[in-house]
């Protein structure tokens, strides 16, 4: 680190950047009397971009055109959530509809972007540059600050000596002490215990990966580490969106290799969230030598069945006191008729459906009070067997055709909105086969375990109101519902015929798995099946799957992450 470049009381200055994206400081002359000192952090001029990739509905979007209209833009706080609700149980379905169409949204890159006082690497306005506002501020702007912080830091008081309190902040000092070990010296006065939370994060983990020697640590220093966003149209194609991506990656490597201080080697690394695993995937996929490496956060990997359920019966709520759950609901859809035009026309949701390798058999028809399976889908493939039925096909089908196309825009002399959909779903298909189970050589990545607060829907479970008649299955296996809600319920007539025994079905809400609330660890585990293997995966308890960036463990790994990619970078060179 810098030496100690002022003992006196300092004022620090934030780093700004011209047009052309050089850096620089500004500051005001004061008096001879006025002892406190201005204190400019200068970066190093060997830059390693991190472009940081959201998930699902983590950016704002807007109506293309003169309209602009805000088609998607999450609540930042509990005031806004509230409002969000509120307006989400008024919207329409045909609302809905026009406003999630992917043909006719675009990302929106103005929303709300504040930079707090302590932060000294980037001002509201250069945030605003690399892509922050697209973002949703509440779930992802505290880890694009954080980073912000731990990369370029790196240390407690940048320009003081260690004798002035100047240490390793925690989440550098940890890294040379993952197996037990690390320098021998006592600890001076003030600083951290590194092994102490390096103890801890390992058993967080539940890994032990290798430990930094104290080069590599300090050779994280030799480099500047600016953090973008890429916000992306995530109701299109990943396809799409990965190809974005990689334009992404061009402009930035372009913006610095024009600077006259900065020198870039030409490549990034990428953060993910979510979804976003799988457009950075596609991304490195197209792209491997303008990609150092990646980190992935709950990736769901191999899908997630609730994505079915919903197209049934709205987003899942946690019973009469989930009141957050409600609210959520409220916004997303709270039943099939909101879910269903905002998802089936979409190929990004529909790439969230669990592909061929997630663990068959996560749709299942189960007797009341028993744990008999009488249906037991998918045996092999799930675009054949689940995804192409319909409920006119049969009582199960994953959407009710009459739901697409409230709106009445979809229907052409060439085309239905069932075909509209179907097409929809041939993308998400597509991009499945495309992507398999595609790595990074150079990737790491962490997903939840949780087994108390926050189990999910490994499977879906279709349960009986009573019992079936003759014990007969198989007429029930392709047979049409005569009544179904919007909300997961269905009456089959036995035999087909209205005088025939009926029998009730009803979508269980019981989350059977463990996770982080959304992505099952049968989906999550996959992870560790990516072809080359990651080099490490983390698996954590006791964070919300959107929230999962904000939980210390998570930050942890990902910042080992980054670390073990940096050494893989060109040699800094001298300015």
């Not at 400081?25 to 991190?50: G, M, T, W, Y």
């Not at 979007?61 to 602009?68: M, R, T, V």
């Not at 190809?243 to 900065?262: A, G, M, P, W």
Request: glycine content about 8%; charged content about 20%.
């Amino acid at each position: 680190m810098m030496a100690d470049v002022l003992n006196s009381a300092t004022r620090r200055i934030p780093l700004q950047f011209d047009k052309q994206g050089n850096p620089y400081f500004e500051s005001v002359k004061s008096p001879d009397s006025f002892k406190q000192r201005a204190l400019c952090v200068k970066p190093p001029h060997n830059v390693i971009p991190v472009i940081f990739v959201p998930g699902i509905m983590g950016t704002n979007l807007k109506l293309q055109g003169k309209d602009g209209r805000d088609a998607w833009s999450p609540p930042n706080g509990t005031l806004e959530g509230i409002g969000a609700a509120g307006r989400g149980v008024k919207q329409t379905p045909s609302e809905r509809q026009e406003l999630f169409d992917p043909n006719n949204t675009e990302v929106n890159l103005d929303g709300p972007c504040k930079i707090p006082g302590d932060q000294y690497w980037v001002t509201a306005e250069e945030a605003k540059r690399r892509g922050w506002g697209a973002l949703h501020a509440d779930s992802y702007h505290s880890i694009l600050q954080q980073l912000e912080v731990s990369l370029n830091d790196q240390y407690s008081k940048p320009g003081r000596s260690q004798e002035h309190g100047n240490f390793l902040l925690p989440e550098i000092g940890l890294l040379g002490h993952l197996n037990g070990v690390g320098p021998a010296a006592s600890r001076t006065s003030g600083e951290p215990d590194y092994a102490a939370v390096a103890a801890a994060a390992v058993k967080a983990w539940n890994t032990t990966p290798p430990s930094l020697s104290e080069e590599e640590i300090l050779r994280l220093d030799d480099y500047y580490y600016p953090v973008w966003a890429h916000g992306y149209n995530w109701l299109q194609s990943n396809e799409d969106s990965a190809k974005s991506l990689v334009e992404k990656i061009d402009q930035v490597i372009e913006h610095y290799q024009k600077t006259d201080y900065f020198d870039c080697e030409g490549k990034v690394i990428l953060v993910t969230h979510s979804m976003g695993g799988l457009v950075g995937r596609r991304a490195a996929q197209l792209a491997p030598d303008k990609v150092l490496g990646v980190v992935h956060g709950v990736q769901p990997v191999a899908g997630a069945p609730v994505v079915y359920r919903r197209f049934r019966a709205g987003t899942e709520v946690g019973g009469f006191f989930d009141i957050e759950g409600a609210a959520v609901a409220a916004i997303i859809g709270w039943n099939a008729a909101d879910i269903t035009p905002t998802l089936a026309c979409s190929p990004g949701p529909m790439e969230l459906l669990p592909t061929p390798h997630y663990p068959p058999g996560w749709l299942k028809v189960t007797k009341k009070g028993s744990e008999e399976v009488l249906i037991n889908l998918p045996q092999a493939d799930p675009y054949e067997e689940i995804y192409s039925k319909t409920t006119d096909d049969c009582w199960w089908g994953m959407l009710d055709p009459a739901l697409i196309d409230p709106a009445n825009k979809l229907t052409s002399e060439d085309s239905t909105p069932l075909q509209v959909h179907r097409n929809a779903l041939d993308l998400a298909k597509d991009f499945h086969n495309t992507l398999g189970l595609y790595a990074h050589p150079q990737t790491y990545g962490y997903y939840g375990i949780d087994e108390k607060k926050y189990r999910t829907f490994g499977h879906i479970h279709w349960q009986t109101s009573g019992d079936i008649p003759n014990d007969d299955v198989l007429p029930l296996i392709y047979q049409q519902d005569s009544q179904r809600s919007l909300t997961g319920k269905s009456t089959v007539p036995l035999y087909g015929e209205a005088s025939s025994p009926e029998v009730k079905f009803k979508l269980g809400n019981d989350r059977d798995q463990g996770g982080d609330g959304t992505v099952p660890l049968d989906s999550a585990k996959v992870l560790a099946q990516l072809q080359p293997p990651p080099k490490v995966v983390f698996r954590i308890a006791g964070f919300d799957h959107q929230m999962s960036y904000k939980n210390p463990y998570a930050i942890q790994a990902t910042v080992y992450g980054i670390a073990k990619l940096v050494q893989l970078a060109a040699p800094a060179t001298p300015l």
